[in-house]
């Protein structure tokens, strides 16, 4: 996996990641590394980014954050800089005053982009969201302050798809699989046939209350009818 930052490419970093979910616009990178001091840190945050698996580019957006971390004496330097592809724009932009926007969800979406002036495509890999809504009452027009990536998933949730990126930071529009992944996910103690690099979960009952409390108000009225 390599990094390509304002059209320079880089290589062996200590630790790399690409999240892609189905529940998230967005992809998502993160890269981290050691340099010897602060100002060796050649990203900065605004620049383009790209995230390339081999030859297939899995990412195209902006460098966002750059975390750093300095030892005692300074004698050592490591930096964690990530970012997400260009549909963030999407996600963190409101979308109020949209007009007219289409009868379809690639319509809608695509009415979307051109509002918020975002470079990018609406690929539409579905069968059911391009039938049209019967009517501009289907779809609720974006209320004030909502952001552009929740209005996109109201609309896409009337006709049951999903929506997401490409390596091109394109909008897809696509139907949930029907279909089982026959492969299984292996990670046995010195196991020959492993498949996951590795892998990590939480328990985490922080949020289980011992005691719960409601208070209400009686009806004074509806207690005394006959």
Known sequence: MRLEVDGRSYRHFLRSSVEVSVDSLARRFEFEAATRGVGDIPFRPGQSAAVWIDDERVLTGWVEKIEVGVSEGAREVTYVVSGRDRMADVVDSQVDGLGEFGSTVAAV????????????????RSTSARRPFASAGEIAKPEVGETAGDFLWGVAARRQVVLGSDGDANLVVSDGAPEVVAARLVNRVDGVGNNLVGFQFASDHSKRFHRYRVVSQS???ALSWE
Not at 109 to 124: C, E, K, T
């Open 109 to 124: 979406a695509s009415a979307v982009l051109r509002h918020l002036g975002v470079s990018a495509s609406v690929v539409d």
């Open 219 to 221: 009806n004074v009225a």
